[in-house]
């Protein structure tokens, strides 16, 4: 795990992934402008295992081995190039690193430490890396720290700059690191919190008006409370507040277009403990544009900031 520059940048890492498609070139870029903000190091992965997602090939000469290396060198050298032009100074600590282990257990272990990890939703599909269409989805269910998963923008231009981080709650102690760090993100980021709360999983059936008024203002009256501690922590950010009759994933998918980031719990009131990733949290990491963190527990030092 070697560094490439950079000395101001301390504490747990963000961890991105890459294996030089598209997608994973946007993950590096978000990757990159969140460990700016966050003031932490970044540390760029790429995995040649010459493999599948996780079965590995039984005989692999030496010299498929060294191309294997110099193919990983190469995509490594692009994406600290990519990081490097987001940066633009030398407070962010990158390091780097060319693995031959499967790359999905190598990010779930690497999340036990890290910050954050940081995929595309899917990468070039060569036979000599894994998909990360395959990783994606495996890190945001195993992961031990909350996840960002990066699809069609990385949310760096200057429209999706002044557009507010978008945080779905439903007030139980599962949806809590996402409100935090929903509100870490807008602060960093200088925008509004959009705090969405869904009273209901559906939006069929007649409801009396004044039945209607008054679950609407119980859920108001709950929002704001399960929002106060955080709005006196970020007092100069400002929060929306949105309550639905909805199902949580599509009225998430409906109000994501106003925003630059989607944050959510991985699983909701309904999950259990041991639950992997709730219904809802699934549907808005396959639905979503913009980019999507499912939060988790927090590593040590960023619960202590």
């Not at 200088?190 to 008054?214: F, M």
Request: net charge negative; with cysteine; hydrophobic share 45%.
């Amino acid at each position: 795990m070697a560094d490439h520059r950079g000395s101001g940048a301390s504490g747990a890492p963000i961890v991105v992934a890459t294996d030089g498609s598209t997608e994973s070139c946007r993950a590096v870029e978000w990757a990159a402008a969140d460990a700016a903000r966050h003031g932490c190091p970044l540390h760029v992965l790429a995995s040649v295992a010459f493999q599948g997602a996780y079965g590995p090939v039984p005989y692999v000469t030496a010299a498929a081995v060294d191309q294997m290396a110099d193919d990983g060198e190469r995509v490594v050298d692009e994406a600290i190039r990519i990081a490097d032009a987001v940066i633009c100074s030398d407070a962010v600590r990158i390091s780097r690193e060319v693995s031959f282990d499967p790359i999905i257990p190598s990010l779930i272990a690497r999340s036990r430490s890290a910050r954050m990890l940081v995929v595309g939703s899917r990468g070039r599909g060569a036979f000599q890396r894994a998909l990360l269409g395959s990783v994606s989805s495996a890190v945001v269910h195993h992961a031990h720290c909350p996840v960002a998963i990066v699809r069609t923008t990385s949310g760096n231009d200057p429209v999706a700059a002044d557009k507010a981080v978008l945080v779905g709650t439903d007030g139980s102690a599962n949806s809590a690191p996402a409100v935090v760090i929903a509100f870490d993100e807008a602060a960093l980021r200088g925008v509004a919190v959009i705090a969405l709360r869904c009273w209901s999983d559906s939006s069929g059936g007649d409801v009396p008006t004044d039945a209607w008024e008054q679950a609407r203002d119980k859920e108001f009256t709950l929002l704001a409370e399960s929002l106060a501690a955080h709005r006196e922590r970020h007092p100069d950010v400002p929060v929306h507040s949105i309550v639905v009759r909805d199902r949580p994933a599509r009225a998430l998918l409906t109000h994501s277009v106003d925003a630059q980031l989607v944050v959510v719990g991985s699983h909701g009131r309904g999950g259990f403990v041991g639950m992997l990733l709730g219904s809802t949290s699934r549907a808005v990491v396959q639905s979503v544009e913009c980019p999507i963190i499912v939060a988790r527990q927090l590593v040590a030092d960023q619960e202590g900031q």
